[in-house]
């Protein structure tokens, strides 16, 4: 969807390092989400904001920090990369709340740690 | 706590309906819905449902639900190759104000020519 884009696509790092995921969105959707998807598990919630400097944890946000200091970037931090976090990451954004709208998908990021 | 459970995989030929299930375990889930991922892309919505209905159709996709039972299904008419995916199921909670919602695991639909 042109309206949310997430960078890089694809990204191989070493155990140890930081990463950092890029999601930016040009709809001005108040809502932004991060997810991993893996096998078996369907799509897991990292952490979601619900305004610039608004952001909380969701099921699965260990290892893992957000940060949001414009409405529309979401930044995804892996502070020291682990195997376990090899997954696809997607960004979402919803306007006002999920209700019917659904979110809107970016088109992910492929992370593999070494 | 909330959770939704799928089937991980289905196979169908070309022309046959689909059935895809799904069961969750929220009774206070206010929204429904139905989205599909194709190979190296994100997720799209399919459709969705609130949870006063117990019916929806959109052309030839029809969502049933059964809010006794917390099942939900997704019934594709005449299924074409162009159908083979993953679809999740997902749902949110009544009084959600950070519009969470918790998916299934994923079902792959396969369709054979």
């Known amino acids: 969807d042109a309206g949310i884009t997430q960078s890089p696509r694809h990204k191989v790092t070493e155990t140890g390092t930081p990463v950092t995921l890029r999601c930016h969105q040009t709809e001005n959707h108040r809502y932004m989400y991060w997810y991993r998807q893996d096998p078996g598990h369907g799509l897991r919630l990292i952490h979601y904001?619900?305004?610039?400097?608004?952001?909380d944890k969701g099921e699965v946000s260990d290892g893992y920090s957000v940060s949001r200091s414009k409405t529309e970037d979401f930044l995804l931090t892996l502070e020291s990369a682990t195997s376990s976090q090899t997954s696809v990451y997607f960004c979402?954004?919803?306007?006002?709340?999920?209700?019917?709208?659904?979110?809107?998908f970016g088109s992910g990021t492929r992370l593999t740690v070494v | 706590g909330e959770d939704v459970e799928q089937s991980l995989f289905l196979s169908v030929r070309e022309g046959d309906s689909s059935v895809i299930n799904c069961t969750y375990t929220d009774s206070s889930s206010t929204y429904l819905y139905w989205y599909k991922q194709e190979p190296g892309a994100g997720l799209q919505l399919l459709t969705y449902?609130?949870?006063?209905?117990d019916m929806k159709q959109d052309q030839r996709l029809t969502v049933l639900l059964n809010k006794k039972d917390k099942h939900l299904s997704l019934r594709i008419a005449d299924t074409q190759t162009g159908d083979s995916a993953i679809y999740f199921c997902?749902?949110?909670?009544?009084?959600?104000?950070?519009?969470?919602?918790?998916f299934g695991q994923g079902t792959t639909l396969q369709v054979k020519p």
């Open positions: 997902a749902e949110t909670t009544e009084g959600s104000n950070t519009g969470k919602l918790i």
């Open positions: 904001s619900y305004g610039v400097k608004d952001t």
């Open positions: 449902i609130f949870s006063n209905m």
């Open positions: 979402a954004i919803s306007e006002a709340g999920v209700q019917a709208y659904g979110y809107t």
